[in-house]
């Protein structure tokens, strides 16, 4: 078969024309200057017997200096993106030149003289060097000219904080890029013996307590966090008084960045509002959890939402037999499926969807796949639209928790694990009496069949759909204002995965009947969250972005509690996970209570909740 020839290019071959008719004038030029330099530059002291030899070696040096050079691709490199080794090819192809230079001629020399003076070679590399460099170089500098002058319009002025390794290889890429907007103004670090001292050309001009003062005096717009080893009470007092400064916050994510050489500007981050939790990472007994999950068959309902996607996640890391996912809402838990696929291409997962208010097939999906163990994180959660839609929140919390526990111990599950929430303790809304009675489903269930029924009860989770953090960045993004229901209102947050692990691991320790709580810190005033999100957003508060109270939603309370005055108290291996004794309930009256409800709300009866008092004593509507 004939092989097709390549098209003559043009701009190639003008390019490598003009490359070589500058390296022949420069060889030639470091050839003279060279030997005028060696004599102070007076042409008339130079004696004969040492130009001779130059002049009539010059023709042998040109040829095979360009060979030198082709064979160090100083023909073929791309110039633009010149770095450490084309500058080594450099020097190491115009040293091998003034070797040839100094054996060539040896063979020119008279027989009374010596050929050159000695220093005449370190000249001649001197100035071949300097040329070569030249002309490769300033391409890139030129270009790097022309794309700062066209992007200074929209500059970002860049305070680094962290003078460290990170540090310096996020301040080396900003200074050497094309195409970055990004100006880096001065660093900061707490490092006194490195005050006044610069990295990359930049100066470091002091601790943390001249971040808000630099910040002003350098007019940054964007404050970079590269520390990514420091710990999270020290990231949390830094970002407290980087918010001063109404600077945008990035920060790298953290030390495997670090560690695996990963650290660049893409890996930058906005800072969150996690970051302001000012605590370490909540850690888990992984060896427990995975050694109740591995090998077994795991089911997750509601395995698309916020909480059940990352169950799912999480358990595919601890090598079950299989998942098995079930979600009424496709969208979401195709998102999932083709996440865990591309992740874990072993996994043996199976995705499927249905209705956890469908007897059926419920029954159906527990008698097929025979699970060991289930995570029923499906319900629906959104307070205010459960206040104006109560018998759906009942049908598919409630009901759909009954029929789904009924299932698993039919099939003889050997664990059950019910999602709950701090809305099911003194509830004022229909979610969490909703949740209430899911919990005296599960402990009921607990003392009359095999399967281990167990619920875990904990806060808020930051990020989840429907809290609060995704509808602040949308008003942010908007330009405002923020609303907040309540200047004095509280919640206790903890990032999802962190109530996941916990909820693990919670799972591991079940032994029957319990209600486990999680510890989730201090609780946090959602004024401040906002206010914080705001300004790590770059914004100043009232000014930038305005903060609205538009007055506690149908069912929602100041504050929520984790425990009821009955329940108690116990602890367990993990500081962090504890347990509510059970309450003793009648169950034959809740029985009937529980069949009464179900015929109130299959007659869509709008008004269900004396009824649901009657079940939640606890329970006081505020409609």
Not at 527 to 548: H, M, P, Q, W
């Amino acid at each position: 078969m004939k092989k097709t020839r390549k098209p003559f290019n043009v701009k190639l071959f003008y390019r490598w024309t003009c490359l070589i008719i500058y390296d022949i004038i420069s060889i030639v030029l470091s050839s003279y200057l060279a030997i005028v330099a060696r004599y102070e530059f007076h042409m008339d002291a130079i004696p004969q017997y040492f130009l001779h030899p130059i002049e009539m070696f010059l023709p042998i040096n040109i040829a095979l200096t360009l060979f030198i050079f082709y064979m160090f691709r100083l023909y073929s490199s791309l110039w633009a993106f010149a770095g450490e080794t084309e500058l080594q090819n450099i020097v190491i192809s115009c040293i091998l030149s003034a070797l040839v230079e100094g054996i060539g001629l040896q063979f020119f020399k008279s027989a009374s003289h010596q050929a050159v003076p000695n220093s005449y070679y370190l000249f001649y590399l001197f100035f071949l060097v300097t040329c070569i460099f030249a002309s490769r170089f300033s391409y890139r500098f030129f270009r790097s000219l022309k794309h700062k002058q066209k992007n200074k319009k929209n500059r970002i002025s860049v305070m680094v904080i962290g003078a460290g390794e990170a540090g310096n290889v996020i301040i080396k890429e900003i200074v050497n890029s094309n195409f970055s907007t990004m100006v880096i103004k001065c660093v900061i670090d707490d490092d006194k013996g490195k005050w006044g001292r610069y990295i990359q050309g930049i100066k470091v001009v002091g601790g943390r307590d001249k971040i808000v003062e630099s910040a002003d005096i350098y007019e940054v717009d964007e404050i970079i966090v590269a520390l990514p080893s420091a710990s999270r009470s020290e990231i949390k007092e830094i970002l407290e008084i980087c918010k001063d400064t109404n600077c945008k916050l990035r920060s790298l994510p953290g030390m495997y960045q670090l560690v695996n050489g990963e650290v660049n500007v893409s890996k930058l981050r906005d800072v969150e509002v996690e970051d302001l939790l000012g605590r370490d990472p909540i850690s888990v007994d992984l060896d427990s959890i995975l050694g109740y999950v591995q090998g077994k068959v795991v089911l997750v309902t509601g395995g698309g939402g916020s909480i059940g996607s990352e169950l799912c996640r999480q358990i595919a890391t601890h090598k079950p037999r299989r998942l098995v996912i079930v979600d009424i809402y496709e969208n979401s838990v195709y998102d999932v499926q083709q996440e865990l696929k591309q992740k874990y291409p072993e996994l043996d997962l199976v995705v499927l969807i249905a209705s956890v208010r469908n007897t059926n097939r419920m029954n159906y999906i527990f008698s097929k796949y025979k699970p060991n163990i289930v995570y029923h994180a499906a319900a629906h959660k959104h307070v205010p639209l459960m206040e104006d839609s109560p018998t759906e929140a009942i049908k598919n919390n409630v009901f759909g928790t009954f029929k789904t526990a009924q299932a698993a111990a039919m099939s003889g599950v050997q664990r059950f694990v019910m999602i709950s929430t701090d809305k099911a303790v003194n509830p004022t809304n229909i979610m969490g009496a909703s949740k209430r009675i899911c919990e005296m489903i599960i402990q009921t269930f607990d003392k009359h069949y095999d399967t281990e029924f167990v619920a875990v009860r904990f806060g808020n989770v930051l990020g989840s759909n429907g809290s609060v953090i995704p509808l602040f960045r949308k008003q942010i993004a908007a330009g405002g204002p923020v609303t907040v229901t309540h200047p004095d209102i509280i919640r206790y947050f903890m990032t999802i995965p962190e109530a996941v692990s916990l909820v693990l691991q919670a799972g591991a320790y079940a032994k029957g009947g319990e209600i486990f709580v999680l510890d989730m810190g201090e609780p946090v005033k959602i004024l401040t969250l906002a206010e914080n999100l705001i300004k790590l957003s770059g914004y100043r508060v009232g000014e930038d972005i305005k903060i609205e109270f538009t007055g506690l939603r149908p069912g929602e309370k100041l504050y929520e509690e984790l425990l009821m005055d009955e329940e108690g108290m116990r602890d367990t291996a993990n500081k962090m996970i504890h347990i509510g004794k059970p309450i003793e309930l009648d169950e034959q009256e809740f029985f009937c209570q529980l069949k009464e409800l179900k015929d109130e709300c299959q007659l869509e009866n709008s008004d269900i909740r004396p009824l649901i008092r009657k079940i939640v004593p606890t329970y006081h509507s505020q409609t």
